[in-house]
Structure formats: C-alpha cells, structure tokens
C-alpha cells in the first residue's frame, strides 16, 4: 500500500509562487511514475503535470509550461510542484498520485491510470 501526503498548499496573490510537496511511505519509490492532478470547485480533476521515474522525463499540460516546475527527490520519496506567476485560474485542490510503472518517457495521465492519490492541499490565488 502507499500513502501520499500533500503539503505547500495556501492563499496567495496572482503572480506569486507556491511549492507543493508530495511525500510517499513505500518501500521502492522509483517504480512509480509520479503526477499533478488538480480539481477546481465544479470541474473535474484534470491532469497537470507527469515526472517519469527516473526525473529525465517530464510532462506539462499546456496552460502550466512555463510557469510550474514537477520534479522529484527519490532518496526522499517526495516530488514537487514549483508554481510560478500564479494565476486566479490555478485555484485548485491539487492532488498527487502515483502510477507503478518504470517507462522511461511520461506523457499526460489520466485519472484512471493512477493507481494511489493522496488526500489534496488547497491552492487559493486571489486577483
């Protein structure tokens, strides 16, 4: 069983910065492609940001390039989202989630491919 555990999550204003940490109990952390999910009150989750096992591979949905950054820290068994010029619009609960899997190359995941979530941390960006 693993468990993730969201935490960075708060109130910020458009145009500051927030880094979310994801951290996960399991005993092999590199056997699981990690990804950034985010759900705005109304909407369904979507996708935002996929790191690949290794670190080498990464992927961002198109309305984050540029501004956030996933990466992840293996001998800490935490990945990241740096997020940057933050917008109104990225007002969220953000959720982790792993996907065991060791390709090499991540593209963008969906819901259903996932095989653990974490519980979420609020993302607010005030106008």
């Known amino acids: 069983q693993v468990q993730l555990v969201e935490s960075g999550g708060g109130l910020v204003q458009a145009g500051g910065s927030l880094r979310l940490a994801c951290a996960a109990s399991?005993?092999?952390?590199?056997?699981?492609?990690m990804g950034w999910f985010r759900q705005a009150p109304g909407k369904e989750r979507e996708f935002v940001a996929a790191?690949?096992?290794?670190?080498?591979?990464?992927y961002y949905v198109e309305s984050v390039k540029g501004r956030f950054t996933i990466s992840r820290d293996n001998a800490k068994n935490t990945v990241y989202l740096q997020m940057n010029s933050l917008k109104p619009e990225d007002t969220a609960a953000y959720y982790c989630?792993?996907?065991?899997?060791?390709?090499?190359?991540?593209?963008?995941?969906?819901?259903?491919?996932?095989?653990?979530w974490g519980k979420g941390t609020l993302v607010t960006v005030s106008s």
């Open positions: 989630a792993a996907k065991f899997t060791v390709v090499h190359v991540v593209g963008p995941l969906k819901v259903d491919d996932m095989n653990y």
């Open positions: 399991v005993r092999t952390f590199s056997n699981y492609a």
């Open positions: 790191i690949s096992w290794s670190g080498d591979s990464k």
